[in-house]
């Protein structure tokens, strides 16, 4: 669904297609898509919901602005608690090995030379493929490259090279950079 003010989503409970309740929207972070301007919303799931569905995660669930069917005094998705759970718990292809989703999200990106690059949060899917994860990136980069701040930027998984406290990714920063700006018109 398209949202407008996505700001205005913020706090709202957020239930499943079934109506089940999974948590309620914590931030939001806008999209790369700059042709259908998307919003990915962090939910923080409720004690029954990450227990059983989510691993028993602290973490913000990423929601693409796509799942969401309506709003008003609260927000329904168009996927179920089941549906949400089987992204979540899904292995993502890294290089040469696969990580669960749950372990990628949240953690910081460096480059190959160590320098910041922002954060791992969220994913984009259709038809149970996934095709796109997102860098929320760094607000001092997005000053220097002159990237609208609070944006998720496409990273492509093929780029990681090492995942443990933090991702590293095999490209420096110039690499990324002229990656977003040949694929998504950014300076």
Request: glycine share 6%; with cysteine.
């Amino acid at each position: 669904m398209k949202v407008n003010n996505p700001h205005e989503l913020v706090g709202k409970e957020v239930c499943d297609t079934n109506g089940s309740t999974i948590g309620t929207v914590d931030k939001y972070w806008n999209s790369w898509n700059t042709e259908y301007p998307g919003y990915f919303f962090g939910i923080r799931p409720t004690e029954n919901t990450k227990d059983t569905w989510f691993r028993g995660t602290n973490k913000l669930i990423p929601v693409y602005s796509d799942y969401i069917r309506e709003w008003g005094d609260h927000i329904t998705l168009n996927k179920t608690m089941e549906e949400l759970g089987r992204f979540w718990n899904k292995a993502v292809p890294c290089g040469t090995t696969t990580y669960p989703t749950d372990q990628l999200v949240d953690k910081p990106i460096y480059d190959k030379n160590h320098s910041r690059v922002g954060t791992f949060y969220g994913w984009v899917e259709s038809d149970g493929t996934y095709k796109q994860y997102g860098c929320f990136v760094d607000p001092f980069l997005c000053d220097t490259w002159n990237v609208p701040f609070n944006t998720i930027m496409p990273m492509p998984t093929s780029y990681i090279a090492d995942v443990n406290d933090t991702i590293t990714i095999d490209k420096t920063l110039d690499e990324l950079k002229q990656y977003w700006h040949e694929h998504y018109n950014f300076k």
